[in-house]
């Protein structure tokens, strides 16, 4: 802080100029898939069903693919983000990274979801942990999240409707 105190104060120097990195945010579209259902024509998300059938082909993927629906403040989407890509058995997810590109989409909330290319929904520890630290870390900053949902080989688990969230 004093170099950039140092710099202002400096009339030596003809101009008086500082340089700083200005961020842009930047968005790409993607198809997710083709035919979508009907309640994504700006309805809105209020079941982990409809998260399920909007999300499930991700039981054909190989690896984990952590995700994140952003929604407004009706619940509508507002974008997809992929959060990360593990491997077979795990995703590293930090709540920085996580709620970063919700901030960016000014979401009100979050649906969080990835899959479990086993095929086995259940839970384990680390996503409960997970869960936890996302909905802290979200609370601090005012967006909500609404569930996580595991996604299996034709089967789905919901965090909110099983009370742990």
Do not use: W
């Not at 008086?16 to 990195?21: A, M, P």
């Not at 997710?32 to 009907?38: I, Q």
């Amino acid at each position: 802080m004093s170099e950039i105190n140092d710099l202002l104060a400096d009339k030596s120097q003809g101009s008086r100029s500082l340089r700083l990195k200005v961020m842009r945010p930047v968005y790409s579209r993607e198809v997710v898939r083709e035919g979508y259902p009907a309640y994504l024509a700006r309805k809105a998300i209020n079941t982990s069903q409809q998260v399920f059938e909007l999300l499930h082909d991700l039981r054909f993927e190989t690896k984990e693919h952590f995700l994140a629906l952003h929604l407004d403040s009706k619940n509508r989407i507002l974008c997809l983000d992929r959060i990360s890509v593990g491997s077979l058995s795990c995703s590293v997810v930090h709540p920085r990274e996580a709620l970063k590109g919700a901030l960016l989409s000014s979401a009100a909330a979050i649906v969080l979801a990835h899959n479990h290319p086993s095929g086995d929904a259940t839970p384990s520890r680390e996503d409960l942990e997970l869960t936890t630290r996302l909905k802290d870390a979200g609370e601090l900053i005012g967006i909500r999240i609404l569930d996580h949902v595991i996604i299996g080989d034709g089967c789905y688990v919901s965090l909110a409707d099983r009370g742990l969230l």
